[in-house]
C-alpha cells in the first residue's frame, strides 16, 4: 500500500489532454513539493517534473504538473503514443522523514 | 553526464545478505551538494525508497527497513553500496540507485539520473 494515491490507470486517445491524481497529507503534499517520474515500458524511472512544477531541460512543455493542498496533478497535453508509460509522483514525507511514493498511473494511449 | 550502474548477485537465498554495487561514472561522486539513494520495485508494483548516504557518510533509511539495511560509500571508487540482512521472498524486486538533488530547501528533493536497475530475485 503506497502513501500516495494514485488511480492504478489513465487512458487518452492522440492529441487528447489527460491529467494524473496523486493524493497525499498534510505530512507530505500537503508540506513539500512534489516530483513525478515518467517510466517507460522496461525502463528505469526518469524525473519528468520536479518542485511541483517544474520541467527537467529536454522534457516536452507538454508535461505540466500543479499542486493543491493535499494533491497534486500531472497535465499531458496533446498526447502522443510514445507517452505510454507508468508515471509516479512522490514527496518528501514529514514523518517517514523520507521521500514516499504513488502506487503509479499506467496510461494507455488508444 | 553521471551515469549510474547497479552490480550484485541477481539470485539470494532466503536468510542471507543482499548486497549491491552502485557504480558513478561520468563525474566524481564527491562534487556537489548530492546524495545517493537506493530505490527499489517489486514486479509489477510501486517504488519504495530504502535509504541514501551523503559522501560525508551520513545516513538516512526507510524506517521499515532500517534494521536490515547498510548503506556505505568509497568515494576512492566513486561508488556505494546496499546491504540487505535477513532477505526473504518479499525482497524481490529490482533494485535502483539514483542521485538525490536538492532545491532550495532540504524537502525539496528528487531523483536524477537513475541507473537501469537490477533484479534481485530472493528463492532458495
Known amino acids: 500500500q503506497s502513501v500516495l494515491t494514485q488511480p492504478p490507470a489513465a487512458s487518452g486517445t492522440p492529441g487528447q489532454r489527460v491529467t494524473i491524481s496523486c493524493s497525499g497529507s498534510?505530512?507530505?503534499?500537503?508540506?513539500?513539493?512534489v516530483n513525478w517520474y515518467q517510466q517507460l515500458p522496461g525502463t528505469a524511472p526518469q524525473l519528468l517534473i520536479f518542485t511541483n512544477n517544474q520541467r527537467p531541460s529536454g522534457v516536452p512543455d507538454r508535461f505540466s504538473g500543479s499542486k493543491s493542498g493535499t494533491s497534486a496533478s500531472l497535465a499531458i497535453s496533446g498526447l502522443q503514443s510514445e507517452d505510454e508509460a507508468a508515471y509516479f509522483c512522490a514527496a518528501w514525507d514529514d514523518s517517514l522523514k523520507g521521500p514516499v511514493f504513488g502506487g503509479g498511473t499506467t496510461l494507455t494511449v488508444l | 553526464q553521471v551515469q549510474l550502474q547497479e552490480s550484485g548477485p541477481g539470485l539470494v537465498k532466503p536468510s542471507q545478505t543482499l548486497s549491491l554495487t552502485c557504480t558513478v561514472s561520468g563525474g566524481s561522486i564527491s562534487s556537489g551538494s548530492y546524495f545517493w539513494n537506493w530505490i527499489r520495485q517489486p514486479a509489477g508494483k510501486g517504488l519504495e525508497w530504502i535509504g541514501r548516504?551523503?559522501?560525508?557518510?551520513?545516513?538516512d533509511y526507510n524506517p521499515s527497513l532500517k534494521s536490515r539495511v547498510t548503506i556505505s560509500v568509497d568515494t576512492s571508487r566513486n561508488l556505494f553500496s546496499l546491504k540487505l540482512s535477513s532477505v526473504t521472498a518479499a525482497d524481490t524486486a529490482v533494485y535502483y540507485c539514483a542521485r538525490g538533488v536538492t532545491g532550495s530547501w532540504y524537502w525539496d528533493n528528487w531523483f536524477d539520473p537513475w541507473g537501469q536497475g537490477t533484479l534481485v530475485t530472493v528463492s532458495s
Open positions: 498534510s505530512s507530505n503534499i500537503g508540506s513539500n513539493t
Open positions: 548516504i551523503y559522501t560525508s557518510g551520513s545516513t
